[in-house]
């Protein structure tokens, strides 16, 4: 008897070892099955509760926990504590059980809760990665917040700026500690290395954050993020030519689509068109928009793409969502970081029952835009005020303000006063005679001899056809420049030129000046349409403003016997006198090879601002000369005294009339009489 009942026991033992066995088989492939997100919920719910029922230990209703917590909402939590509490009677050392708890503090807002329980896990097991990674995210959090309380709105209340001080450093620091502690146990932890390169960026230490990934990429070479990560570190610690070029490694390593997607934020209206990547413009459309925007043209690299880069790179580490792996760049704070940049003021509204952020207004010159919070890393635009407006859409302000960029030469560069004017050329080419001037008090200049200043400038013309293509780039030393003395009225400047044989076309022409000791920087752009000249019917060439045109008889016949002095400012003084140079075309000739043309030289005083039905003042004739001459082109030039005409703007016009065959051509020049 008692040997046939220890047998018994002894196979009823091995009986229940066998069922644990196939129990766990069939609970791994319940909560497989159930971990489907294409099922119904209440497939997916009675999977797990089936689960639940052959699970000795808590992982089936830690599964339970997890699928109500990633629902995000009131009832859910409450669902997900629930089981949580289940599972950890189960197993109450389990690391996982403890911080699923901590999550859904998380959720709930209740910060210091969720800080106190994940620190006791930590405490528990020091090398759990996910637990340090947790507390770095809630002093992360805590320093920013703190670091960029400007304005707080609570109700009505507006109360001062909150100090960073010595809590925000103890926030940064711990932040640090856990952060760089989950690296040390996982390196590859991609999101406490974004999170710690968030610390690093806004806690002012980017030489850190530029080191982080630089050893990041060393095990990572085709990670395009990390490039540019570390290119918003070296691009906040100055050094832009190596930023530009980490970011060109970052965008070589870009899928096309994502390429064409960064790029273009700022560049497209219809915000729908950045998620149809059918719609996304390619690469030729794509160099076109940020050549032309290019602020200096001296420098090796673009700082409007550096600029759009740095935005891309901290939009994607700051308004990202870690939780959902969403890039800060797909988010609504983040496109409108990158449009517009930095806000010059940003206004936060507190639930002040729990001290959570419910709006938040970022204000920019002109406009503004107020963001909802839906949970921790979601926010959907509430509403953009723009000036003039009560309430605007989103879309209206794309379409007005697509992009906003503040150039950061502005404080150093000035307007550089330049004509150009088009003339006739060999071999059906137009040339292009440029003139530009640089004010005496901009430019640092002794000088040398009469007419003549030393300087030390640094020129660059830079000239691209309507495509952006490349043209003509010339960077070249300036020593000594002409110059024209001033006085009580208009200052002194010095002034340089050049003459160019273009093909007939459209052309983006661009001359940047800069001193190379005072490090002003004297600029113009223009866009050019270059003219074609005929063979046939009567032509005339622009105007040349001049201060005085010499003629030098014993020249050959052509452009070079005449020396002109150009009038770049386009300005003279009331009781002083302007020159213009001009060139005419195509004369006809009788069979003895004479020409016979009248030019008639006209004026009108134009108003300061034209309004839209306002009478055109009409052209007063000042002069008419009657030419008989034996070639079929005449260079030709005319000295205009200033007395009796009043100060403003004035329009000049030069009529030529072939008076053999009735053929007329017009030219017209804008100047300004001082007073």
């Known amino acids: 008897m008692i040997r046939i009942f220890l047998l018994a026991v002894l196979t009823l033992g091995n009986c229940n070892s066998a069922f644990s066995e196939s129990d766990s088989e069939m609970v791994d492939a319940l ?83 969720f800080y106190e329980e994940v620190r006791q896990v930590i405490a528990q097991n020091p090398s759990s990665v996910k637990a340090l990674y947790w507390a770095g995210r809630h002093a992360a959090r805590e320093m ?17 700026r909150f100090n960073y001080g010595a809590y925000g450093l103890e926030m940064r ?78 965008l070589s390593r870009m899928s096309e689509t994502e390429r064409h997607f960064m790029q273009s934020i ?79 003021s940003r206004n936060i ?26 949970n921790e890393n979601r926010w959907n635009v509430l509403e953009v005020w723009m000036q003039g407006t009560v309430r605007s859409r989103y879309k209206d302000l794309l379409e007005r303000v697509p992009e906003h960029y503040e150039d950061p030469y502005w404080l150093r560069q000035y307007d550089a006063p330049h004509q150009v004017a088009q003339f006739r050329a060999e071999d059906g080419k137009t040339r292009l005679e440029l003139y530009y001037a640089l004010p005496g008090e901009e430019v640092g200049h002794a000088e040398i001899s009469s007419g003549v200043q030393s300087v030390d400038l640094r020129q660059g013309l830079f000239l691209f056809d309507a495509e952006w293509n490349e043209v003509k780039n010339s960077v070249q030393p300036l020593k000594k420049m002409p110059w024209i003395e001033g006085n009580i009225i208009l200052e002194g400047y010095l002034f340089w030129g050049e003459r160019l044989s273009l093909d007939p076309g459209s052309y983006h022409l661009a001359v940047e000046a800069e001193d190379r000791k005072a490090k002003t920087l004297g600029t113009f752009r223009d866009s050019l349409q270059i003219r074609k000249f005929g063979s046939e019917n009567l032509e005339l060439s622009g105007l040349l403003i001049a201060q005085r045109v010499v003629e030098h008889e014993s020249r050959p016949f052509g452009r070079d016997r005449f020396m ?16 213009f140079y001009f060139e005419i075309y195509n004369l006809s000739r009788d069979e003895f090879g004479a ?81």
């Open 564 to 579: 002109v002095l150009p009038n770049p400012l386009k300005q003279c003084q009331r009781d002083g006198h302007i020159s």
């Open 173 to 250: 620091n711990q932040a640090i500690a856990y952060l760089t502690e989950a690296l040390n146990q996982d390196p590859d932890h991609r999101r406490a290395r974004t999170l710690l390169g968030q610390v690093y960026y806004e806690g002012h230490q980017p030489e850190e954050l530029a080191e982080l990934f630089k050893a990041y990429i060393l095990t990572h070479p085709d990670d395009w993020h990390a490039y540019f990560f570390m290119g918003l570190g070296l691009q906040a610690k100055k050094d832009l030519d190596s930023a530009f070029n980490v970011y060109s490694k970052g």
């Open 31 to 113: 909560l497989s099955s159930a971990s489907d997100t294409s099922l119904s919920h209440s497939r997916r719910v009675g999977m797990m509760e089936k689960a639940a029922r052959k699970d000795k230990t808590g992982r089936a209703m830690h599964a339970f926990a997890r699928y109500y917590l990633n629902q995000n909402t009131v009832l859910s939590r409450q669902f997900a504590r629930q089981w949580l509490r289940r599972a950890i009677k189960r197993e109450p050392d389990n690391v996982d059980y403890q911080l699923t708890s901590a999550e859904i503090y998380w959720q709930s807002e209740n910060r210091d809760k």
């Open 595 to 675: 020409t016979n043309y009248q030019v008639t030289y006209q004026t009108r005083l134009l108003p300061e601002s034209h309004g839209e039905g306002e009478p055109v003042p009409k052209w007063t004739t000042a002069v008419s000369n009657t030419f008989q001459e034996s070639r079929s082109w005449e260079p030709n030039y005319l000295k205009l005294d200033m007395q009796g005409l009043a100060p403003g703007p004035w329009a000049f016009r030069v009529v030529a009339e072939d008076l053999r065959n009735g053929q007329q051509a017009m030219s017209t020049a804008v100047f300004r009489v001082m007073p």
């Open 349 to 374: 509204y507190l639930d002040r029952a729990n001290y959570v952020l419910l709006r938040e207004t970022w204000s920019y010159p002109g406009f503004s835009v107020t963001f909802e919070r839906i």
């Open 266 to 344: 700022g560049m497209l209206v219809d915000r729908d068109a950045l998620e149809e990547s059918d719609d996304l413009p390619d690469d030729e459309a794509l160099r076109r928009f940020w050549k032309g925007r290019d602020p200096l043209f001296l420098t090796p690299s673009n700082e409007r793409l550096l600029e759009h880069c740095r935005r891309v790179a901290y939009a994607n580490l700051r308004y990202g969502d870690p939780d959902r792996g969403t890039d800060g760049w797909e988010t609504n704070r983040g496109q409108v970081y990158i449009r517009y940049g930095h806000p010059g």
């Open 144 to 160: 920013v917040y703190n670091l960029e309380r400007e304005t707080l709105h609570s109700g009505p209340e507006r109360k001062k």
